[in-house]
């Protein structure tokens, strides 16, 4: 267990993150320079991860699985009877170009509305990769989807989306539909742990993190959990 667990928050919300998190970080750098990327979805598709990733190796996702488990369930008042389920687990490279981004890459995003998944993010790129923004949804207030605003926010989103096109860049800052409450700036082996509920997106330099070389480009580790 690592001994400098800490937590802030941003617009209200528990984010726990854990500085010098392994041992030897530049092993998980070069498992990642030996490891097949691949497309995260269809280009054509223009939604999802925009960029590519690789399965992250087993040992990885099991040891920090059994140290996350009870780190989240004490941080984030998830019932402690309730299992762990493992999601993704994959090293990620951001890639894709502003210009070639879909409207829906362009905006915060939350990854699911049930009330305990958690994304674990663990850093293996420094501060000039920018970092993760967090965001309150202007026209609903909302900052966390839930299962009974998933729908009202959905709407609303997609109707603003349709209405005014982003623009195409990465999402860094506020604007008309989107407040931006605070940004967990990228470190070199850093882990962060926040619930998937919440707005979030990449902060990223595009002249700096586009590049699908693990040793140059904005890479991490994504790993998934649900309770």
Do not use: W
């Given at each position: ?82 299992p762990v389920k493992v999601g993704l687990s994959a090293f990620s490279l951001t ?96 882990l962060v742990v926040y619930p998937g509920s919440l707005l979030h997106s990449a902060c990223i330099n595009p002249a700096r993190s586009l590049s699908s070389d ?14």
């Open positions: 267990m690592p001994c400098d667990i800490q937590s802030v928050e941003v617009g209200g919300q528990t984010i726990v993150f854990i500085d010098d998190f392994l041992e030897d970080p530049h092993a998980l750098v070069e498992a990642a320079r030996g490891s097949r990327f691949e497309p995260a979805g269809s280009p054509a598709e223009q939604k999802g991860y925009p960029g590519l990733r690789a399965p992250a190796p087993a040992a990885y996702t099991q040891s920090i699985t059994a140290l996350l488990e009870p780190l989240i369930k004490v941080n984030f008042g998830v019932p402690e009877h309730l890639t894709t170009a502003p210009d070639a981004l879909g409207p829906l890459q362009r905006t915060p995003h939350f990854d699911a509305s049930t009330p305990h998944y958690m994304a674990a993010l663990l850093y293996l790129c420094d501060q000039t990769h920018g970092g993760t923004g967090f965001y309150r949804h202007n026209a609903t207030g909302l900052q966390r989807i839930t299962a009974d605003d998933r729908e009202r926010y959905l709407d609303a989103y997609h109707e603003e989306v349709n209405h005014r096109r982003p623009p195409a860049r990465y999402f860094d800052r506020s604007d008309e539909q989107f407040t931006f409450l605070g940004m967990m700036p990228a470190r070199f082996n850093r693990p040793g140059q480009g904005r890479l991490t580790v994504n790993t998934f959990y649900d309770f």
